[in-house]
């Protein structure tokens, strides 16, 4: 029974009863569908999921892995089991961390219980949570393999699994590693562990970071989104009070109201200021280099989070976004401030330990103590009640209409030629859906080549797309002619989709005058536009998969060195006879 007893189980079950109280309806058989959360049934291995169709890798390879579960269960199943995850793995690492149980508690609390976590839920990023509850323990492995105690091999495992969650998981566990091996070390144990790590991250990223540089569209960043993209203030604290606490996403739609409470929110940031203090204070904590380099991770994040509001940082997010291969990375800068929530979920988890210590010197009783620990860590869901539920039945769990399988089945299954979604927006409000946002499912329902308009609205301005196909349907769109048709097949579309529930530019009835009719439902309207004047649209080359292959290479070398690490321990052991 000593083993779930422990500090890592009871942050993981402090994980799971959070993350079943937060997702809430989310948790239901059916499809959560919100924004950029989208999962269909069954995601199948097209060249987008693969990250070789020449748009902009955004989803790769953390598509590739739910298309590889849905291979044995069922997509709603799969996406339930990594939501769920998030908190689990967040909550464990966050407890396998801190020193004791009740430390575990509040530690665990806060890292599942944030506005960082919060806001990237509402928008659907589920990639960036991975990627952030993987965090935790790239701390604990670095921390291992840096006093020698662990090896490298297990930090190779984790690195790999960071990266699988996607180019930001994979960045983020860069720099957290980076700072974990390396602030304050001189021992060449500490440097070959950082080389082996970087070696992991940077073959199971090629999955993403090769296809883009050979895409057109890595040259096609919209100097807007810069603007459009920093982080915003959604406290009364301004914006550097608001990503202090873990807020600030651009998305306003993604923020939750009490957070504009002065009270609550000036709660939240003297509760994040006072657990920093009396946590780094402690020199004995500083001497950790799993606590000094989650410190100094923590603070690089923040910096990165707020950069484009300082002076001269929007200059030079502008500059890394538009000049720099790979820059659009940082263009959404508030993402970084994962790496700050996981130094203030530990310095919260420090602080009850050292305010625990400070009562039993004082022969206070461990009820007491455990109270004060709990009572430290609610102060999360106090002051962010909203997440409770599914953001108060914001996400729930809903079926695919059977006119979309109908429909995918066989345009799945039709001839030759991309296929244009209209109308020619990125985000759908669907009644099935409750009328929730949700970006175009389209291009998972179909393996084949799926254009829809990647250009993202937002209310004052729109940013531009990067897919150079769908921009070439833009222009087919607009064709000054007039012959869209034409036009459209020019650009590789011989089939048309028509959402015709949704609002947005589409086509009528007279620009589809020389184009068949396949399929009418109720909501959906399939066109075939015919080969007349079809250009070929070419396929991805053996060299476009080398990306995939050296991802592949990145995974076999972290199991080799994790196998190879534990065989040398084993035999390190003394044998008794």
Not at 41 to 60: H, K, M, N, S
Not at 98 to 121: I, Y
Not at 288 to 301: D, I, K, M
Not at 475 to 502: C, E, I
């Amino acid at each position: 029974m000593r083993r779930f007893t422990t500090s890592t189980a009871v942050g993981g079950l402090v994980g799971l009863v959070a993350g079943i109280v937060i997702l809430g309806p989310a948790l239901l058989p059916g499809l959560t569908l919100n924004y950029d959360l989208v999962f269909v049934p069954d995601l199948g291995f097209g060249e987008r999921t693969l990250g070789i169709d020449g748009a902009v890798p955004r989803a790769v390879p953390n598509d590739l892995v739910v298309a590889a579960l849905s291979t044995v269960l069922p997509g709603w199943l799969v996406q339930k089991i990594l939501l769920l995850m998030v908190f689990v793995a967040a909550g464990a690492g966050a407890g396998a961390l801190l020193p004791g149980r009740r430390a575990a508690v509040a530690g665990a609390l806060v890292a599942c219980w944030n506005p960082w976590v919060a806001e990237r839920l509402a928008i659907g990023h589920w990639g960036y949570l991975l990627g952030y509850a993987a965090l935790f323990w790239v701390i604990r492995t670095a921390g291992r393999a840096r006093r020698g105690e662990g090896g490298a091999g297990a930090l190779g495992i984790v690195m790999a699994l960071a990266g699988l969650s996607g180019s930001t998981g994979a960045v983020l566990a860069v720099v957290t590693a980076t700072a974990v091996l390396l602030a304050g070390s001189r021992w060449p144990r500490a440097w070959r562990a950082w080389g082996w790590a970087m070696v992991v991250s940077v073959l199971v990223a090629a999955s993403w970071w090769f296809p883009y540089l050979r895409s057109e569209a890595s040259s096609a960043a919209d100097s807007a989104g810069v603007d459009a993209f920093a982080a915003r203030a959604d406290t009364p604290w301004g914006m550097i009070g608001s990503v202090l606490t873990g807020g600030g996403i651009w998305n306003q739609a993604s923020w939750f109201a009490e957070r504009q409470n002065l009270v609550l929110s000036g709660v939240a940031l003297l509760g994040v200021l006072v657990a920093c203090v009396a946590a780094w204070s402690d020199a004995r904590v500083r001497s950790r280099p799993e606590y000094l380099g989650a410190a100094v991770a923590g603070v690089l994040g923040l910096v990165a989070a707020i950069l484009a509001g300082l002076p001269g940082g929007r200059e030079l997010v502008s500059f890394l976004v538009l000049q720099v291969p790979g820059g659009g990375l940082v263009r959404d800068g508030q993402k970084f401030a994962a790496l700050w929530m996981v130094a203030v979920s530990l310095a919260v988890g420090l602080s009850v330990a050292r305010l625990g210590a400070a009562a039993a010197r004082r022969h206070v009783g461990r009820a007491l103590t455990g109270a004060i620990a709990v009572a430290c860590g609610l102060v999360a869901v106090v002051t962010l009640p909203g997440i409770a539920l599914g953001a108060n039945g914001r996400w729930g769990s809903v079926d695919l209409p059977v006119d979309f399988t109908f429909v995918a089945e066989r345009l799945e299954d039709a001839e030759p030629g991309a296929v244009a979604v209209l109308p020619w927006t990125q985000y759908r409000r669907y009644d099935w859906n409750d009328d929730r946002v949700v970006l175009d499912p389209w291009q998972r329902l179909l393996s084949r080549d799926v254009r829809v308009n990647d250009a993202l609205p937002l209310k004052d301005t729109w940013v531009a797309g990067e897919d150079p196909r769908a921009a070439e349907v833009t222009r087919a769109l607009g064709a000054p002619d007039g012959d869209v048709l034409a036009a459209l097949r020019a650009a590789g579309v011989r089939h048309v989709l028509l959402q015709t529930d949704q609002p947005g530019p589409t086509l009528n009835q007279l620009q589809l005058a020389g184009a068949d009719l396949r399929v009418r439902t109720e909501n959906l309207e399939w066109w075939d536009l015919g080969d007349e004047g079809l250009a070929e649209v070419p396929g991805a080359t053996a060299a476009d998969h080398a990306g995939l292959v050296l991802g592949g290479m990145g995974l076999v070398l972290a199991v080799a060195g994790a196998v190879v690490g534990l065989v040398r321990r084993r035999r390190a052991q003394p044998t008794h006879r």
